[in-house]
């Protein structure tokens, strides 16, 4: 019986049932996640929006990401967790530290400065918790694309030295998860590509946590996101914010944590600017670039317009897509540690 026993304990171990936790870098190729179209709030997870892109495109995401604002107090997605893990992914978890969708300025009640000095405290140890009580592996990120001008913790609606209160809460919020044992986190420093505004004390870097802190780089790289707006191509996007991230930390792998564009035939061919994200990411260029992950979803402008961002926009842009993510080289297995 000890024997069976042992036997047992060392292919979870080997097949990262338990024990392995964090997820590593692929040995070869590329991971493949996916944003499954969720709506505007970003969170309507469902097994059927999961289930719909699988179908349409045949591949199978390493991880599926979703929101998870603090509309309604802080809590872990346990369900849209689940649902996740029910189709053989990662959950990838965006914790957005809002209380509403209000923009430009600070959060009303989630405001970092209050995150920092542990108001939040129990409620985010219960967080960690119940994550840990999932028992899978969870990529995570905290207060993503701080560089940009959209989010109530963007560095532009808050004081001059915002950047050093960022990395104390980040820092903070990683700490005490990991101190509650949720050692199956895996954090991704997520960032965008272009900083909104412009400015040195809004680069990339300034909000870096610190290696001790990240296992993973990311970043937003979009074209447009609505009708009308300029046409911009994927690579000289992407590749000035990969030597950004690649100064950052000498070790880490980094993502593309979100890539798309909308229709707009007038502007540019959305097929083109796919094939040229898919030709950047396979020219051998980068050689820390690591995974991807498509934004593919529709939503409502203020304007009462629709940006589509989706996969299957139009049968090319279908075609395109699953010409490219359907090869073995996005088919990289999971490795933890």
């Not at 045949?58 to 802080?74: N, Q, R, T």
């Not at 990838?92 to 405290?121: C, E, H, N, Q, V």
């Not at 694309?145 to 990683?174: K, Q, T």
Request: proline share 5%; net charge negative.
């Amino acid at each position: 019986m000890i024997r069976f026993l042992n036997l047992i304990l060392f292919i979870l171990m080997f097949t990262g049932s338990i024990f392995a936790q964090k997820l590593l870098a692929p040995a070869n190729g590329i991971y493949a996640g996916i944003f499954p179209d969720m709506g505007n709030t970003e969170d309507s997870l469902t097994t059927g929006r999961i289930q719909e892109y699988l179908s349409i495109t045949g591949a199978e995401p390493l991880w599926v990401c979703f929101s998870d604002s603090w509309f309604y107090g802080i809590k872990f997605p346990k369900d849209k967790a689940e649902a996740v893990a029910g189709f053989n992914s990662i959950p990838y978890i965006r914790i957005m530290p809002r209380s509403d969708w209000g923009t430009g300025r600070p959060d009303p009640i989630y405001g970092l400065d209050k995150i920092a000095a542990g108001d939040f405290d129990k409620d985010l140890i219960r967080w960690a918790k119940d994550a840990k009580k999932f028992g899978k592996p969870i990529l995570v990120e905290f207060a993503p694309e701080v560089n940009g001008n959209w989010f109530p913790w963007s560095g532009i609606f808050n004081e001059e030295d915002y950047a050093d209160l960022y990395v104390e809460a980040h820092r903070h919020v990683v700490e005490l998860m990991r101190d509650a044992g949720a050692d199956n986190l895996t954090w991704m420093y997520h960032v965008n590509a272009v900083s909104e505004p412009n400015a040195d004390w809004n680069r990339i870097g300034s909000y870096y946590p610190g290696d001790d802190y990240i296992d993973w780089l990311g970043m937003s790289v979009y074209g447009s996101q609505k009708k009308g707006w300029p046409w911009t191509a994927f690579y000289p996007i992407f590749s000035n914010a990969y030597r950004e991230l690649e100064r950052l930390s000498k070790s880490k792998p980094i993502a593309v944590a979100e890539f798309g564009v909308v229709e707009d035939a007038e502007s540019g061919s959305k097929s083109e600017w796919i094939r040229d994200a898919f030709e950047t990411v396979l020219s051998g260029k980068f050689p820390r670039l690591k995974a991807i992950s498509y934004w593919h979803s529709s939503f409502d402008n203020a304007d009462g317009t629709i940006s589509n961002m989706r996969v299957d926009s139009s049968p090319e842009v279908l075609r395109v897509y699953n010409e490219y993510i359907n090869r073995d080289v996005f088919k990289a297995k999971a490795r933890f540690r």
